[in-house]
Antibody, heavy 116, light 106 residues
Framework: EVQLVESGGGLVQPGRSLKLSCLAS????????MNWIRQAPGKGLEWVAS????????YYADTVKGRFTISRDNAKNTLYLQMTSLRSEDTALYYCARRTHSGPYWGQGVMVTVSS | DIQMTQSPSFLSASVGDRVTINCKAS??????LNWYQQKLGEAPKRLIY???NLQTGIPSRFSGSGSGTDYTLTISSLQPEDFATYFCLQHNSLLTFGSGTKLEIK
């Protein structure tokens, strides 16, 4: 069974940093491109970042470019999102998602709250 | 980047009505278009993938169509449990979500 388990969320002050992790299981992690997606409270979904299976290709939404870094460790079956210079508008439920032919398959998400 | 324009933003309808929701892409997305339903406090549920493929367990009153840049979700006969927010997602090039359609009871 495919599982994606996000962790690392919580309450953080504006301007500070936080690193999210996503532990994958039930599939060969190193074969798949991965994404981070987020949903702010009461808002729609927003794609955040993508990384190819070998980390050769990385893309970011304009709203996080220069502040967030997506990475992966295929030996540990883990996807990461390093978030710096956090803003209140980054408050959201963050989902890790595996790329598939039928669209992203995402986990349960982890909440990040940016507030003083 | 591909932009997705979803319409309408709000839709008021009655049980038994046929409704359609539209998404228009800024360029050809080769039918890589999914539809999701989301209810308050719940994770999104995929209804349709790749334009017209019904997700397992989803009632057949939901259907999708389209090609190129224009895509449609149709609910043939609204049921009480269908009142929710719907959104589209293109996954042809990276990911872009539609802005959502809130379907309310008239």
């Amino acid at each position: 069974e495919v599982q994606l388990v996000e962790s690392g969320g919580g309450l953080v002050q504006p301007g500070r940093s936080l690193k999210l992790s996503c532990l994958a299981s039930g599939f060969t992690f190193s074969n798949y491109g991965m994404n981070w997606i987020r949903q702010a409270p009461g808002k729609g979904l927003e794609w955040v970042a993508s990384i190819s299976s070998s980390s050769s290709y990385i893309y970011y939404a304009d709203t996080v470019k220069g502040r967030f870094t997506i990475s992966r460790d295929n030996a540990k079956n883990t996807l990461y999102l390093q978030m710096t210079s956090l803003r209140s508008e980054d408050t959201a439920l963050y989902y890790c998602a595996r790329r598939t032919h039928s669209g992203p398959y995402w986990g349960q998400g982890v909440m990040v709250t940016v507030s003083s | 980047d591909i932009q997705m324009t979803q319409s309408p933003s709000f839709l008021s309808a009655s049980v038994g009505d046929r409704v359609t929701i539209n998404c228009k892409a800024s360029q050809n997305i080769n039918k890589y278009l999914n539809w999701y339903q989301q209810k308050l406090g719940e994770a999104p549920k995929r209804l349709i993938y790749n334009t017209n493929n019904l997700q397992t367990g989803i009632p057949s009153r939901f259907s999708g169509s389209g090609s190129g840049t224009d895509y449609t979700l149709t609910i043939s006969s609204l049921q009480p449990e269908d009142f929710a927010t719907y959104f589209c997602l293109q996954h042809n090039s990276l990911l872009t979500f539609g802005s959502g359609t809130k379907l309310e009871i008239k």
